[in-house]
């Protein structure tokens, strides 16, 4: 990821000295203009992107999840042991519930692995079209 990144950031800079030099010697030109506003959008997306993957649930979230599931399940199991007629099937029901909710959040959390993941396929539309563009 950090070589992509930085080929990522090399391709930009170079983009953006060709756009000063360009916009140097003519000012008024729309289509330099439109190139520089698309060029802050695509760095703008490409920091977005960045933002959403690397940023997740934070740790103390999950302990308290944990918690909250262990405290809730003892309580259960606690309750089920004053009644005078024991029925298990609730208390496993809670507990895999929470389980599952839990590894929902956890798996959400990891958007390029895991059961639930993040499709690349839009990105690798627009590099195709770039290079169909490019021979």
Same mark, same amino acid.
């Given at each position: 990821?950090?070589?992509?990144?930085?080929?990522?950031?090399?391709?930009?800079? *170079? $983009?953006?000295?060709q756009?000063?030099e360009?916009? *140097?010697? =003519?000012?008024?030109?729309?289509? #330099? %203009? !439109?190139?520089?506003?698309?060029?802050?959008e /695509?760095?703008?997306n490409?920091?977005?992107?960045? #933002?959403?993957?690397?940023? %997740?649930?934070?740790n103390?979230?999950?302990?308290?999840?944990? %918690?909250?599931? /262990?405290?809730a399940?003892?309580?259960? %199991?606690?309750?089920?042991?004053?009644?005078?007629?024991?029925?298990r099937?609730?208390?496993?029901?809670?507990? $895999?519930?929470?389980?599952?909710?839990? !590894?929902?959040?956890? =798996? $959400? =959390?990891?958007? #390029?692995?895991?059961?639930? #993941?993040?499709?690349?396929?839009? /990105?690798? =539309?627009? *590099?195709?079209?770039?290079?169909?563009?490019?021979?």
């Amino acid at each position: 990821m950090k070589a992509a990144l930085a080929r990522s950031n090399a391709i930009q800079e *170079a $983009l953006w000295l060709q756009v000063k030099e360009v916009a *140097a010697k =003519d000012k008024g030109m729309v289509p #330099t %203009g !439109l190139f520089i506003q698309s060029l802050n959008e /695509m760095i703008d997306n490409q920091e977005k992107r960045l #933002t959403a993957l690397l940023s %997740g649930v934070p740790n103390i979230v999950l302990i308290v999840l944990y %918690g909250v599931a /262990m405290v809730a399940s003892a309580y259960a %199991g606690y309750a089920a042991g004053l009644e005078a007629q024991r029925s298990r099937g609730p208390i496993y029901a809670a507990i $895999l519930l929470f389980v599952a909710v839990i !590894l929902l959040i956890q =798996d $959400l =959390d990891r958007p #390029t692995a895991g059961f639930i #993941t993040v499709s690349q396929r839009p /990105m690798e =539309d627009v *590099a195709a079209s770039i290079g169909a563009y490019s021979e």
